[in-house]
């Protein structure tokens, strides 16, 4: 089971800091433990309930085989979002947000197979026969097309649930997951609306060491699922095989007991022919023996 988050490691990586108190969103009120010069301080018990529910959930979407994209294309969150995830492989976008990612789904996956199909031209010998300004061209548009959608290359369907750091910034991410009715999980400021995710997690989405730490837990969350997915998978083939051994075995019984029916079948039918032959030649002696009496019989009398 995954550790569960302390108050004093959230306090150390200072994930209770929010927003100066001129900037707060009143529906924040209740994850709002105080205000200190000005700024609001983020309730932590709060916190770590919500990040242990929003851990649970995510655990078990990975569990089920399905993909969970994550959001951040703040500078500061870039880097640690983009390591952490790629540990569990899972798609992420740390670059602009493409307008249309998720409604507009169909267009992102043919800028996916555009990149392939660049990709392909480079293996089949096509490229070689490409002068140098449709490499040049080909090139900055496999880089292109690589900066913005080679950390979703492998998302083929849209994604089981979204993550966002800093939901004030990924407006646009939020809007499309929920016009899809896609489940979304965030890391919620004190200038941010809770009540435009499903699973908010009160926290300070500014600060590099309160990002990494969220990240730590929700993606050993999500580690720890694809692992009890393959354990549940490789017991099921396990169970699989153990079923195939036992129909296996209960046909080869199941055989063996035919043969040994047909031989006792056979045995029978051969001692019936047996004992039939034994009596047609018992018969044929009596008859012989009846004959051979009848004939002195007649002999005797002619001799008379």
Not at 10 to 18: I, M, S, T
Request: proline residues 3%; glycine residues 2%; positive net charge.
């Amino acid at each position: 089971m995954s550790k569960k988050a302390e108050f004093k490691e959230l306090l150390e990586a200072g994930v209770h800091f929010g927003h100066m108190k001129r900037k707060w969103n009143p529906a924040m009120a209740p994850y709002i433990f105080d205000e200190q010069k000005g700024i609001h301080v983020i309730d932590l018990n709060k916190t770590i309930a919500h990040l242990e529910q929003a851990c649970a959930a995510l655990k078990q979407i990975a569990k089920s085989g399905k993909k969970i994209l994550f959001v951040a294309t703040k500078k500061q969150a870039q880097q640690i979002l983009a390591d952490r995830v790629k540990a569990v492989n899972m798609p992420y976008v740390t670059e602009r947000w493409t307008g249309g990612m998720l409604t507009n789904f169909s267009t992102t996956r043919k800028s996916v197979r555009k990149m392939a199909t660049i990709d392909k031209m480079k293996s089949d010998g096509t490229w070689d026969t490409l002068n140098k300004r449709e490499k040049l061209f080909r090139t900055r548009q496999r880089e292109k097309l690589e900066k913005n959608f080679g950390s979703i290359s492998e998302m083929t369907r849209q994604p089981a649930a979204i993550f966002i750091v800093d939901v004030m910034k990924e407006n646009i991410a939020l809007k499309e997951a929920v016009r899809l009715n896609i489940p979304t999980f965030a890391m919620i400021d004190t200038n941010s609306d809770p009540r435009s995710v499903d699973f908010p997690i009160p926290s300070n989405d500014d600060a590099t060491k309160s990002v990494a730490v969220i990240l730590d837990h929700v993606t050993e969350a999500i580690r720890e699922g694809l692992e009890e997915r393959k354990t549940a998978k490789a017991q099921q083939e396990a169970d699989k095989k153990e079923q195939k051994a036992k129909k296996e075995e209960a046909a080869a019984k199941k055989k063996e007991e035919a043969a040994a029916k047909k031989e006792e079948a056979d045995n029978k039918a051969e001692a019936d022919k047996a004992s039939e032959t034994d009596k047609k030649a018992e018969s044929k002696k009596e008859e012989a023996k009846d004959q051979k009496a009848a004939e002195t019989e007649k002999k005797e009398e002619s001799d008379k």
